[in-house]
C-alpha cells in the first residue's frame, strides 16, 4: 500500500475533472491505497460527488489563489508568491508522507516535479494540448519529462508529445453504474456543464434557432452554472425560444435526468474526455456532439452510438437533431448500443490500467 496524494485547485467545484478526481480516489481506495486529497483553493468543505469514506480530504493553509495566480505588476512579487505556495506545498506533502503525488493541471504538474525523487510524480492532464499555446506546450514537453508519469486521457492527444516516454493514456471511469435508463421515448434533449465559453451553448442556441419550428413538443433541458447564464437567456429570449430551452440549476441526481431525456447534446468547443458524454451513454443516451478536440470520438461511434458532426457545425448539428426526433427507432438503437458500449469505461477496465502504472512506477 502507498501514500498517494492528489493535488487539485478545488475539490468542493461541482465540474468534470471534480467527478474525475473523485472517481479515481475512489478506485484508489478500493485498491488499499491510503489517498489523500489537498484542496488549494478551498477552505473547508466536502467533494460535491460521493468519495470513498477512506480517503482523507486537507484543504490548502493558505488557499489564497494569489499564491500561486498572482496578479501583481511586480515580477518579482510573482515569482516570490509562486516560490512560497511551493514551500508551503512541500511541506504538507511531507507532513501527510506521501509517497505518490498524482497532479490534476498545468501548474500542479510543473510545480510537483520539483519535489525530491525519492517521492513519485504523476501529472494528469484534463484538458488536451490542441488548445494550448506554442508557449504553453513547451512547458509541458520540456518540464514534464521529470515526471514519473503524464496521464492523457485519449491517443490523439498523446500524438501531440512526441517521443516522450513517461506517456500513459487512462481515460476517465464511468462515475456510476446506472439502475435506471432512458427509453429515448420523451421528447426531451439534454446537455450539462458550465455556462461558460468552453462549452458553446451559444452554439447550441443557434442549432435550435434553425429547427425551432420542426421540434414540435421537444424541449431542451441545459443543467449548469457560470457566467454566461445571463447572456444564455438573452439569447435564448431573442431567439423565441423561452418555451423550448431551459436553463436548470446543477443537480446531483444525474441518473434521473438522463433516464428521463432522450437525446445528448453536446456543444463544446473543446474537451478533454467529457464525463457527462461517459455518464449518459452508461445511461442508454444516444449523443450528437461536435467532434472537437479532443474527447467525443474517443466515446461516441459514429452512427452506432450516435453522431458526431465537424466542430462549430450549427447545421449539419441540426440535421443530425432532426434525424434522431424523427427516427424513434434508431433513437432506440443507438440509446441500447450506448449502454452496452459505456463498458469499455468500466471502474474495473480504468482500476487495472492505474494498477499496471502505480507498479511500473
Given at each position: 500500500?502507498?501514500?498517494?496524494?492528489?493535488?487539485?485547485?478545488?475539490?468542493?467545484?461541482?465540474?468534470?475533472?471534480?467527478?474525475?478526481?473523485?472517481?479515481?480516489?475512489?478506485?484508489?481506495?478500493k485498491q488499499g491505497q491510503?489517498?489523500?486529497?489537498?484542496?488549494?483553493?478551498?477552505?473547508?468543505?466536502?467533494?460535491?460527488?460521493?468519495?470513498?469514506?477512506?480517503?482523507?480530504?486537507?484543504?490548502?493553509?493558505?488557499?489564497?489563489?494569489?499564491?500561486?495566480?498572482?496578479?501583481?505588476?511586480?515580477?518579482?512579487?510573482?515569482?516570490?508568491?509562486?516560490?512560497?505556495?511551493?514551500?508551503?506545498?512541500?511541506?504538507?506533502?511531507?507532513?501527510?508522507?506521501?509517497?505518490?503525488?498524482?497532479?490534476?493541471?498545468?501548474?500542479?504538474?510543473?510545480?510537483?516535479?520539483?519535489?525530491?525523487?525519492?517521492?513519485?510524480?504523476?501529472?494528469?492532464?484534463?484538458?488536451?494540448?490542441?488548445?494550448?499555446?506554442?508557449?504553453?506546450?513547451?512547458?509541458?514537453?520540456?518540464?514534464?519529462?521529470?515526471?514519473?508519469?503524464?496521464v492523457l486521457l485519449t491517443?490523439?492527444?498523446?500524438?501531440?508529445?512526441?517521443?516522450?516516454?513517461?506517456?500513459?493514456?487512462?481515460?476517465?471511469?464511468?462515475?456510476?453504474?446506472?439502475?435506471?435508463?432512458?427509453?429515448?421515448?420523451?421528447?426531451?434533449?439534454?446537455?450539462?456543464?458550465?455556462?461558460?465559453?468552453?462549452?458553446?451553448?451559444?452554439?447550441?442556441?443557434?442549432?435550435?434557432?434553425?429547427?425551432?419550428?420542426?421540434?414540435?413538443?421537444?424541449?431542451?433541458?441545459?443543467?449548469?452554472?457560470?457566467?454566461?447564464?445571463?447572456?444564455?437567456?438573452?439569447?435564448?429570449?431573442?431567439?423565441?425560444?423561452?418555451?423550448?430551452?431551459?436553463?436548470?440549476?446543477?443537480?446531483?441526481?444525474?441518473?434521473?435526468?438522463?433516464?428521463?431525456?432522450?437525446?445528448?447534446?453536446?456543444?463544446?468547443?473543446?474537451?478533454?474526455?467529457?464525463?457527462?458524454?461517459?455518464?449518459?451513454?452508461?445511461?442508454?443516451?444516444?449523443?450528437?456532439?461536435?467532434?472537437?478536440?479532443?474527447?467525443?470520438?474517443?466515446?461516441?461511434?459514429?452512427?452506432?452510438?450516435?453522431?458526431?458532426?465537424?466542430?462549430?457545425?450549427?447545421?449539419?448539428?441540426?440535421?443530425?437533431?432532426?434525424?434522431?426526433?424523427?427516427?424513434?427507432?434508431?433513437?432506440?438503437?443507438?440509446?441500447?448500443?450506448?449502454?452496452?458500449?459505456?463498458?469499455?469505461?468500466?471502474?474495473?477496465?480504468?482500476?487495472?490500467?492505474?494498477?499496471?502504472?502505480?507498479?511500473?512506477?
Amino acid at each position: 500500500m502507498s501514500k498517494i496524494i492528489i493535488i487539485i485547485d478545488n475539490i468542493t467545484k461541482r465540474a468534470g475533472t471534480e467527478r474525475a478526481v473523485v472517481n479515481l480516489s475512489n478506485i484508489l481506495a478500493k485498491q488499499g491505497q491510503s489517498v489523500c486529497v489537498l484542496s488549494i483553493q478551498s477552505v473547508e468543505g466536502a467533494p460535491a460527488y460521493s468519495i470513498d469514506t477512506s480517503v482523507t480530504i486537507k484543504h490548502f493553509e493558505r488557499p489564497d489563489i494569489d499564491s500561486y495566480f498572482p496578479i501583481a505588476k511586480n515580477r518579482i512579487t510573482i515569482i516570490l508568491k509562486k516560490i512560497s505556495f511551493f514551500l508551503i506545498l512541500k511541506k504538507l506533502i511531507k507532513k501527510e508522507k506521501g509517497e505518490i503525488v498524482i497532479g490534476t493541471t498545468t501548474f500542479i504538474n510543473l510545480l510537483i516535479r520539483l519535489l525530491p525523487q525519492k517521492i513519485k510524480t504523476i501529472g494528469c492532464e484534463h484538458f488536451n494540448s490542441y488548445i494550448c499555446s506554442k508557449k504553453h506546450m513547451f512547458f509541458r514537453k520540456f518540464f514534464y519529462r521529470k515526471l514519473n508519469a503524464v496521464v492523457l486521457l485519449t491517443e490523439k492527444d498523446k500524438k501531440n508529445y512526441g517521443k516522450m516516454k513517461n506517456l500513459y493514456v487512462i481515460p476517465n471511469s464511468l462515475s456510476f453504474i446506472p439502475t435506471t435508463y432512458s427509453n429515448c421515448l420523451n421528447k426531451k434533449m439534454i446537455s450539462l456543464g458550465r455556462f461558460s465559453y468552453q462549452k458553446g451553448y451559444d452554439l447550441l442556441i443557434d442549432c435550435i434557432t434553425l429547427v425551432k419550428d420542426n421540434l414540435l413538443d421537444w424541449t431542451i433541458e441545459l443543467y449548469g452554472d457560470g457566467r454566461d447564464k445571463e447572456l444564455l437567456l438573452n439569447k435564448i429570449n431573442e431567439n423565441g425560444l423561452d418555451r423550448i430551452i431551459y436553463l436548470k440549476d446543477n443537480t446531483a441526481d444525474v441518473e434521473s435526468v438522463y433516464a428521463s431525456s432522450s437525446i445528448y447534446l453536446s456543444s463544446s468547443r473543446y474537451e478533454g474526455l467529457p464525463m457527462v458524454l461517459l455518464e449518459s451513454q452508461s445511461c442508454g443516451l444516444p449523443a450528437i456532439s461536435f467532434d472537437c478536440p479532443c474527447g467525443p470520438s474517443d466515446i461516441i461511434i459514429e452512427g452506432k452510438t450516435g453522431f458526431l458532426v465537424p466542430s462549430g457545425d450549427v447545421n449539419k448539428m441540426s440535421e443530425k437533431i432532426l434525424e434522431l426526433i424523427n427516427n424513434e427507432d434508431l433513437r432506440i438503437q443507438m440509446g441500447k448500443q450506448a449502454a452496452i458500449e459505456s463498458s469499455r469505461f468500466s471502474e474495473d477496465k480504468i482500476s487495472e490500467m492505474w494498477k499496471i502504472l502505480l507498479e511500473r512506477i
